[in-house]
């Protein structure tokens, strides 16, 4: 009994500052700051291919860390924990030295008409390295949930190693995976410290949130921060429902 009304207690503490988005929001002025709705249509866009490509390039990794497994693999752990552990805007300096017009990579990349630093591109690149690694570690988990014995029974049946995959481990690990692209799209959605840096334009919503509370006031925040949350909440919200709904099922 007092460990559950202590841990309501730990949640309330923990939403209570969401209330002002109800309290402190001058409902009478709700209205779009110049700006928001470019920023809006920036994040859906951008965080959509940033999530595609989590997705296309994350997803093979994954597995693979998952299923070859040597002496090697505790080093790629850590390594892919690099980024995940680097402050955002340490990371962000980070891209745009290493992409930007003065160094090597980014000459290079400029020469084929690639620039890496405030354009559409960069933008991109700024997300998919704020959430690939939350991608990649969360699939690595869902497909480490699947037993290793079903993949091969399925290829004692006659299954090649690639219809064992679709047939088998992804059917089983689509919950997990669910999660995973969730937690991505929330990231990339929601990056500030990397976009800030790299690509201050074109501005997204996390950067024009930051620059209405600088120049126009908190009143400006908060229709831009209903649009993130009803954007970016209600896909981890439906799949953490998912998985409780089917842990009871089991």
């Not at 160094?103 to 008409?113: E, M």
């Not at 997300?127 to 290829?155: C, D, H, N, T, W």
Request: proline share 7%.
């Amino acid at each position: 009994m007092a460990l559950g009304f202590l841990s309501l207690l730990i949640i309330a503490g923990l939403l209570a500052p969401f209330s002002e988005m109800f309290l402190a929001m001058n409902w009478q002025r709700l209205h779009f700051a110049p700006g928001d709705v470019h920023a809006i249509r920036v994040s859906l866009s951008y965080s959509a291919i940033s999530l595609s490509i989590c997705i296309l390039l994350g997803t093979p990794l994954a597995w693979w860390m998952t299923r070859r497994q040597s002496r090697w693999t505790p080093v790629l752990d850590g390594l892919l924990l690099v980024p995940l552990l680097t402050p955002p805007l340490a990371l962000g300096i980070l891209l745009a030295t290493f992409f930007g017009p003065y160094a090597a990579v980014g000459t290079l990349l400029s020469r084929w008409g690639l620039v890496l630093v405030n354009t559409a591109p960069a933008f991109v690149v700024a997300q998919v390295y704020a959430a690939m690694p939350y991608y990649i570690l969360s699939a690595r988990a869902a497909f480490g949930a699947v037993p290793k014995e079903l993949e091969e029974i399925s290829r004692t049946l006659g299954k090649t190693p690639w219809q064992s995959f679709w047939l088998v481990t992804m059917p089983l690990a689509r919950l997990g995976l669910a999660g995973a692209v969730a937690l991505a799209w929330v990231r990339a959605m929601g990056e500030f410290g990397v976009v800030l840096i790299v690509a201050y334009f074109p501005m997204g919503i996390p950067v024009q949130l930051y620059q209405n509370l600088q120049d126009i006031g908190l009143d400006a925040v908060y229709p831009l921060l209903w649009v993130f949350f009803l954007v970016a909440i209600p896909l981890p919200l439906w799949v953490g429902l998912r998985s409780r709904r089917q842990s009871r099922v089991l």
